[in-house]
């Protein structure tokens, strides 16, 4: 078995993205990212001051706005404006969100052409129907590890657990578009371990601390496990029991150091995406 390094492909990326954000710059653009924060969520905050960190390092700019207990309104009129603002590339808003609020709607809000975390169901609309968009970050990049892998993925058998609107669907579209056979369970899927064990390529993104066992996996299935589980002791544990599976499958995404650190690239390559586009459609 072997790792797929996540941190590699990330690396690999961010200094796509450092030679991008330096050549916009030369041209007159600091290509620049907005996170709204509507929460005071702690272990929120860490992955906005690592987004922030990740941005900047790279030459990308990074406006954090934090929400101090916003209702909806005024969460729907920061995406806006910020959506409005010529200087703002890119729009994310974090999670958790208020009570009865959902990122489904607010994420409308955002202009499709700074939706660069796939917020808005328009840019999920265009990847269902195979048309140029955002991903949800996570979601593409459980695809930019695998492309990495030098997979074939047509023709492949895939199986996505989980089937939340950032996640789960999208990854299943993103696989479909590449013409895997893809499979979607999620809290119903009867016979779970059943219907993964015939998959080639397993995505799990539950958030249940170890719930794919080996007995879920086919001897050398590519796994990428999404999951990120807070442990007692601070750290971080996949969906995927690391130790078991490991001796069942091919190639394995460990956590950390799996599909987080290419999330976090990906923003910031579609930030520039969307500073590059703003040229074009202002
Ligand atoms: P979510 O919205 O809670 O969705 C979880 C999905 O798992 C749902 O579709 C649910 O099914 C399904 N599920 C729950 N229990 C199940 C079970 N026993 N058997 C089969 N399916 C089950 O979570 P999410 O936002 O998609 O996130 C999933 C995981 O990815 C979490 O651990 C999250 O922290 C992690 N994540 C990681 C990153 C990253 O950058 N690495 C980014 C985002 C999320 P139902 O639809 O039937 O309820």
Not at 5 to 13: L, M, N, P, S, W
Not at 67 to 77: H, Q, T
Not at 195 to 215: F, K, N, P, Q
């Amino acid at each position: 078995m072997s790792d797929i390094d996540g941190r590699a492909v990330a690396k690999q990326i961010r200094a796509e993205v450092a030679a991008a954000a330096a050549k916009l710059r030369a041209d007159g653009t600091a290509p620049t990212l907005a996170v709204v924060v509507p929460t005071d969520d702690e272990g929120t905050a860490w992955y906005v001051r690592s987004i922030k960190k990740a941005a900047e390092k790279e030459g990308v700019d990074c406006r954090v706005e934090q929400l101090d207990a916003p209702g909806r309104d005024e969460i729907v009129a920061k995406l806006q404006e910020l959506s409005a603002d010529p200087d703002v590339h890119g729009v994310i808003c974090q999670t958790p969100l208020p009570e009865g609020v959902t990122l489904a709607e607010v994420g409308g809000h955002i202009s499709p052409l700074k939706d660069i975390d796939g917020a808005n169901a328009t840019n999920l609309g265009r990847l269902a129907a195979g048309l140029r968009t955002w991903a949800p970050a996570t979601a593409a990049a459980v695809l930019e590890l695998l492309k990495h892998e030098d997979l074939t993925l047509s023709g492949a058998r895939a199986v996505v657990v989980g089937r939340s609107t950032v996640v789960g669907k999208p990854a299943a579209l993103l696989l479909l578009n590449e013409s895997a056979t893809v499979t979607v369970c999620h809290s119903r899927t009867k016979d779970l371990a059943a219907v993964c064990r015939e998959a080639d390529v397993l995505v799990a993104a539950v958030g249940r601390a170890g719930m794919i066992g080996a007995d879920f996996v086919k001897p050398g299935a590519t796994v990428i496990d999404v999951g990120t589980n807070p442990t007692d002791d601070g750290g971080l544990v996949g969906d995927v029991d690391y130790a078991a599976v490991s001796a069942v499958a091919g190639r394995l995404t460990p956590v950390p150091g799996g599909v987080g650190p290419v999330t976090t690239a990906l923003l910031l390559r579609h930030t520039i995406e969307a500073a590059e586009l703003s040229k074009t459609h202002p």
